[in-house]
């Protein structure tokens, strides 16, 4: 979570105690990036309530003062749709103004491509709030998606309409970063596009909204992205964050016979023609979100070296190593709960830190099976991570102060110009999993539109499964099957089964046994 | 006998300096502040990894280092105010990994062989100096478990356990607790000690304990060290870093309190800080920290509990600590503190046990205490047969432990 810092102008002791003070400043920078303030503070005189028993610890005028990020919200993000995303039926969208610069309620404009609509906003509850209509801007029978934008002088924000049930992808604003809103049949996904080079910000489960990557948190996160999937490529000592700074420009997103597909480029390095692409896929068949991403070196666009200078064959030389990190956040009294699975030649081994900071790089321990299960038995919370077998990473997993972190790597190699390098990987979230030496499942429930749910199960077995049954009990009935398989390009065979239970509830207890590999916490 | 000759010290103290937005100022900003201080003051102020490190020259009384650490200290916090930063004069920070320290240099010693002979001596003393300076009650998010972090984290690998050598078989070493280091100036330096963060206490902390290292100097002593007496120091090394001053030792077999220990090794260096111009009396702030059993770590406790977020720690303390003398002031008014129970075997358990997830390398149980093997792996057989802990060997051959014991975090 992101905080203000500001610069104190006036600190003024509250009437009748001796410990509160209104101190009022104007902002400095974002933390932890230390990014400039939003437009709409600079400048600005911003208040704040603190109640301090020594008041030497506030500072003097003049000196900063930083925010916790319950404060600072409501000036990082004061403009808030109750939906950013609405499917089915256009409602009515309660938009509420958290700070403005003045007393005076502003005006609010709503746009859809050339039509706007004004409104006056009204004071409500220490807040502006005004509700915008969709009928009154958008025409009778709108072909959807429609993204109408409201904006109060320079604060933004935007509502995306889409039709039921429709798979697709918008762009929306989170706290003031950039993300491209995808969703498809089993999850609602956000990807970064203002930076991170269309990292995971955020996988949403349908059926139980429980949002895997992101989470609101009372402290300054250490790093911005503890709590993302993205790609990092390997320096000569370790991976480096190259690509933090680069944004993605979306080529598209279309729907395929096997499910919705985003495709962003950006450029990573302009002197050395480096760039970069990301296939994005949101399956419909089966739960997965695949990731794959591509790295393209073209030939320099710097100047050719003199004559004069040495030229050497290995000149050209690019090491180029693709690593992917994802990052679970977990909060106070979560750690003990937390593990990551992996099979190590075989055997089914478990990873768990006990410290802040421990971590461990495991040098000899490639995960050959091609999977590691990161797993929060007590929340029901499990991440598939899926790669291709035939190039297995090694193994790292760390714990920062509020993330686990699974980090495989895998060794840089020569690289030559005029050629790309990629690396694929699947995710699965979901709410069951089981694992052992020989292979994982889980499995993950999606609303079905008229009521009732589905349950998708993913599993990876090895080339040769002599078993692939699975029993799927719920709803008071026991379903029983084979999985089928899958080769999803860049992942190795996957095995899976989806079974629909029309008249069930998705909250209700479901139990799952994937090729004799028991329900993890069931054992 | 007289090891040093003549009797000098100094310190070199490391202080952060944070811009506007609480961040670390980088390293060539440092280097020009420090380099700056250097010409002006014409002490060896350098830069150091997040910090300006205060070389505060060759010192020979209480009164030169206290004038000259208010000298150097006025002129940094003006020349940080004018670029809109501000000094932050503390071991540890509660967001970041690094660690500031106060070493103590203690001169002047031409003779090796008596220094390996102090730094074995030395042993059983580091602890009581760690407990005197703790000041890191806080480090990369962690907060409250240690006094000084700095110390139970070998503050990344700068000031670690010494390995006693023998002079016969002895090659130079490089970050131990307090060690003869005759490569650089001839002096012993005492490394333990976290960053002060007042500046009187600083001078009289720097004055204490070289006369006591000058008063160790005097003996005509062989210092042997046992495999009991070792470990007790370790131990209570890890008692210092928790406790700080509330602690209480295992003393030559018996529980003490630390402040007891250290108000005993005043007595006894009394004659060499009176050649150091000091009499016990002049070390006021040590005085009262003793009686109140409280140390700098305890003031920035008190403080940093009543903020969640350690941003705003870091700005609350950043604006107390710039005055230099907000412990001091502390000390007067504080109650005073209870010592800490005795270390016992199920506590010692802990710190191993704690330190276990799942599939954690073996060797991560080291740092449970810095025992050498032989302790450390009598600890982890222990919780093994015991039940609280797993160990397997991986398909490498590493050895892997997995707590099975219930975990509260």
Known sequence: MHTLTGTITKIVAVENSLSEFDIEFTANAVLPDVKPCPDWLKDEKITVRRNVSDIRELGHLGDSIVLTVTEAERFLRPLILNAEVQSGDASDVLVRLLWWKSADAPDIVFTWAARTLTAKMEAKDGEFQAVFRPADLLPANFRRPARVEAAVDKIQSAVSFLSDGDTGAARVTRGGAQRLHAWGRWYAIDLAIDGYAGAIDSIRELARDVDHISRRRENVTPMIENAMIINRLRGAWRPEDTLKPVAMTSSGWRQTSAGMRIVLDGLVDEANNKRTSLTVQLRDDFPMICWDREIVLGKPKEAEKSANEIQRLIDPLVPMGIDVRTAIPYSVGEAA????????????????????????????????????????????????????????????????????????????????????????????????????GHGVWVAVRRPLKDGGYSVGIVARLGPNPANTSYELEAAGRRFVGCLEAAHPEGIGTVNYAVVDIPNGDPRELMSVTVAGIPERGAQ | MNAFNPRTFSSDW??????????????????????????????????????????????????????????????????????????????????????????????????????????????????????????????????????????????????????????????????????????????????????????????????????????????????????????????????????????????????????????????????????????????????????????????????????????????????RLREWSAFDEYLEACPTLEP??????????????????????????????????????????????????????????????????????
């Open chain 1, 337 to 436: 709960d937390f593990h990551v699975l992996a099979s190590h030649d075989g055997t089914l081994r478990s990873v768990q830190f006990a410290r802040i900071a421990d971590s461990v790089d495991f040098n000899s321990w490639r995960t050959r099976d091609g999977w590691i299960l990161s797993e929060h038995a007590v929340k029901m919370e499990y991440m598939l991570h899926l790669f291709d077998p035939i190039d297995p990473p090694y193994l790292k997993v760390w714990r920062s102060s509020d993330s686990f972190i699974v980090e495989p790597h895998w060794e840089s190699v020569v690289m030559e110009r005029g050629t790309t390098r990629g690396r694929s990987n699947a995710f699965i979230a979901g709410e069951a999993a089981g694992a052992a």
């Open chain 2, 14 to 319: 490391e202080v952060t300096i944070l811009d506007r937005n609480l961040q670390l100022l980088d390293n060539e900003k440092l280097s020009g502040l420090a380099g700056l201080l250097n010409v002006e003051s014409g002490l060896p102020v350098h830069m150091d990894w997040r910090s300006v490190e205060i070389g505060l020259g060759i010192n020979r009384s209480l009164d030169q280092v206290a004038a000259r650490i208010i000298d150097v200290t006025d002129r940094l916090t003006q020349l940080a105010e004018s670029y809109d930063c501000t000094v932050f004069p503390m071991a540890s920070h509660p967001r970041d990994v690094y660690f500031n320290a106060s070493h103590v240099h203690v001169g002047t010693i031409h003779d090796e062989a008596i220094g390996l002979q102090l730094e074995a001596g030395l042993l059983q003393y580091t602890p009581v100096i760690a407990a005197l300076g703790a000041n890191s009650p806080f480090f990369n998010f962690s907060f409250g478990g240690f006094k000084s972090y700095r110390v139970r984290r070998g503050a990344n690998r700068c000031t670690l356990v010494v390995s006693p050598r023998q002079p016969e078989f002895a090659q130079p070493q490089w970050g131990g607790d307090a060690s003869p280091k005759l490569w650089g100036h001839p002096t012993l330096e005492v490394r333990i000690l976290d960053c002060a963060s007042s500046r009187r206490l600083l001078a009289e902390l720097a004055t204490f304990i070289a006369a006591f290292v000058h008063h160790l100097g005097t003996k005509q002593q062989k210092y042997d060290v046992t495999r009991e007496s070792y470990k007790e120091s370790i131990e209570n090394r890890w008692l210092a870093a928790k406790h700080g001053l509330q602690a209480t030792f295992n003393w030559n077999g018996s529980p003490r309190p630390v402040v007891e220990i250290a108000n005993e090794m005043l007595d006894e260096c009394g004659d060499a800080l009176m050649e150091l111009g000091a009499r016990r009396s002049d070390l006021r702030l040590v005085e009262a920290m003793l009686q109140k059993r409280t140390c700098q770590a305890d003031f920035a406790l008190d403080l940093a509990h009543r903020y969640d977020e350690p941003y705003l720690q870091l700005c609350a303390l950043k604006n």
């Open chain 2, 340 to 409: 800490a129970p005795a270390l016992d075997r199920a506590t010692i358990l802990e710190a191993h046990l704690d330190l276990i997830g799942h599939g954690t390398h073996f060797y991560e149980s080291r740092m449970g205490m810095d025992y050498p093997p032989t302790e450390a792996d009598a600890v982890i057989e222990e919780l093994v047969e015991s039940g609280a802990l797993a160990k397997e060997a991986m398909p490498d051959g590493t050895i892997a432990l997995t707590r099975l014991a219930a975990r509260s975090n």
